[in-house]
């Protein structure tokens, strides 16, 4: 029984992962003017991510708690650095929370990080894409959760600056591009990709910064609490 729910459950979260590709790719071929209606869709399957891992997962009060506060956390980053174009915190406090607590828990602080700090900056057509692009930078994190011997500083200050340019920036950009490309077409896309490179990489340089000063302080005081209450079964710390 615990297998065949296991089974399920990954094969669900792998499914529900892929189809925000599959939406975006059915758009392009069939209804490329429905931008809105897409980015509607985008939201809704990124959510249903969040809600699959609360069916499964079943996380005490104490856990969602925790992913609260530290969402929580990375929304005050980016608002206390909104004076600072591309330097924010929110994506070390997102990759580092995807370190110490796992893939899920990652992927769920991100989402909920990037879909409630719009509220203060704004929602647009980008929000989808960036709740996808955070939550990934999370989920990605949780892969190195399990391991015997934690990662050096400066591998966590390299692993932010590629996840924050190659994954985060990318999926941004891509939300720019497929809007523009019913528009510009491919002279559109490309000049969204090449105009974004100088800001994914301050963006990417200043995560790997903020790493340095910032992952050791929390994965140790994240380390402390886990253990102490014994939240995600404390998986990640054995």
């Known amino acids: 029984m615990a297998t065949s ?7 669900a979260a792998w499914a529900l992962l892929l189809l925000p590709a ?12 429905q931008y809105f209606l897409v980015a509607v869709l ?8 969040w ?15 925790l992913m609260a506060a530290l ?25 580092i929370s995807g370190l110490a607590l796992g893939r899920a828990p990652g992927f769920t602080i991100g989402l909920l990080t990037m879909f409630l700090s719009n509220f203060l900056f704004g929602q647009s057509i980008s929000t989808p894409f960036q709740m996808l692009g955070m939550g990934l930078v999370g989920f990605a994190g949780g ?21 924050t340019f190659l994954l985060y920036g990318l999926l941004v ?26 800001f994914n990489f301050v963006h990417a340089l200043s995560t790997a910064a903020f790493l ?18 014994g939240l995600f079964r404390s998986r990640m710390l054995e």
């Open 5 to 11: 729910r296991f089974v399920v459950k990954h094969k």
């Open 22 to 33: 599959l939406t975006v790719l059915l758009w392009l071929a069939l209804f490329p003017d």
């Open 42 to 49: 985008l939201v809704v399957e990124v959510l249903a991510l």
């Open 51 to 65: 809600l699959l891992y609360l069916e499964f997962e079943k996380p005490s009060p104490r856990e969602l708690a």
């Open 71 to 95: 969402a929580t956390l990375g929304v005050a980053g980016r608002a206390l650095f909104f004076f600072v174009p591309q330097v924010k915190p929110t994506a070390a406090i997102v990759l």
């Open 143 to 163: 892969f190195f959760a399990k391991r015997e011997r934690p990662l050096s500083l400066p591998l966590v200050a390299g692993l932010g600056f590629g996840l």
């Open 173 to 198: 950009d891509s939300g720019s591009a497929l809007f523009l490309y019913r528009w510009q077409g491919n002279v559109g896309v490309w000049s969204v990709y090449l105009a974004g490179i100088p």
């Open 212 to 229: 340095f000063f910032l992952s050791p302080l929390l994965t140790r005081q994240l380390t402390r609490i886990c253990r102490k209450y």
